[in-house]
């Protein structure tokens, strides 16, 4: 498969108010994309869409504010995405939610929330945009997992298991569509410097002192600039990579999953522990 051209082209982004996402807009616009941005911050999004047609007045950028929770309203951004653009040519599914707790702790409305924006919002936006991608030679498909799509800690059962369920969609979606020369990268970001964690749900059952030990370990990790994961982004989308990891962090405990599937969660507990005490002295 050749390479993915960006410029020219029109992507669709999700989540693209802030973050990997406003970053990765930035990044495909700067190399020459067509934008049709979606998010539910209506304020940001049109921060960022009118940025963007100030930077690259020579390029379409379309902006919808959606809430991807909602299911009807998630299928019809896509419909009206998919009716008013004929020609698109990639899409990124990097809207994401988080929400703390262990699963005794959190609710089953909390964790069909977290599932609806991770995992079934790419689904809708995927199946629904499908015609357009296969009819556009040389397309491409980007899913947005997490380090927890590789590995699954404590205290995110939900989360892990959104982003599992993205890796191994992409994985099947990828065999699937080879046929129609469109690509699919699975991209697994670790620390990187977003509101994920700030603007988490945290279960009902989750004790306050618990919790903000367990934030500010993962405050501390969280470092990495979301320009630099954008750049890693569409140099893989450009390069039709399968996997994209994100971070040494990522690469490292990928290592570890693979090594040792069934004790990692050892190390991960010990590294927690260590880190915590660190935070306290």
């Keep these: 498969m050749k390479r993915y051209v960006v ?6 982004l999700t989540g693209a108010a802030g973050g990997i996402g406003r970053a990765t807009a930035h990044e495909l616009a700067a190399r020459g994309s067509n934008l049709v941005l979606l998010d539910n911050n209506a304020e940001a999004l049109e921060d960022v869409a009118a940025d963007l047609r100030v930077r690259r007045p020579d390029r379409a950028v379309t902006a919808y504010t959606v809430d991807l929770a909602d299911g009807d309203a998630a299928l019809a951004a896509a419909t009206a995405i998919r009716d008013a653009h004929p020609n698109i040519h990639l899409l990124v599914n990097n809207a994401g939610v988080a929400l703390g707790g262990r699963l005794s702790q959190i609710s089953l409305d909390d964790f069909d929330w977290l599932m609806s924006v991770n995992f079934r919002a790419v689904v809708v936006m995927t199946h629904t945009l499908l015609p357009r991608l296969t009819a556009t030679r040389g397309a491409h ?4 997992s997490s380090l ?3 590995i699954g800690p404590a205290g995110q059962t939900a989360y892990s298991a959104s982003k599992f369920a993205v890796r191994g969609f992409g994985d099947s979606l990828r065999l699937e569509l080879a046929e129609h020369e469109v690509g699919v990268t699975t991209v697994h970001p670790g620390g990187i410097r977003t509101e994920i964690a700030n603007s988490a749900r945290v279960g009902a059952g989750v004790d306050q002192e618990e919790h903000a030990a367990h934030k500010a370990v ?4 969280l470092s990495l600039d979301p320009a630099v994961a954008a750049r890693a982004i569409v140099d893989g989308i450009e390069r039709r990579k399968p996997r994209v990891l994100i971070g040494r962090e990522t690469y490292a405990l990928d290592a570890l999953a693979r090594l040792s599937p069934g004790h990692y969660g050892r190390v991960l507990a010990l ?6 005490r660190g935070l306290d002295r």
């Design 7 to 12: 410029d020219g082209g029109t992507a669709v």
């Design 141 to 144: 498909v980007c899913n947005v």
């Design 148 to 150: 927890f799509g590789l």
């Design 218 to 221: 993962w405050d501390r990790m």
């Design 271 to 276: 590294g927690d522990r260590l880190m915590t």
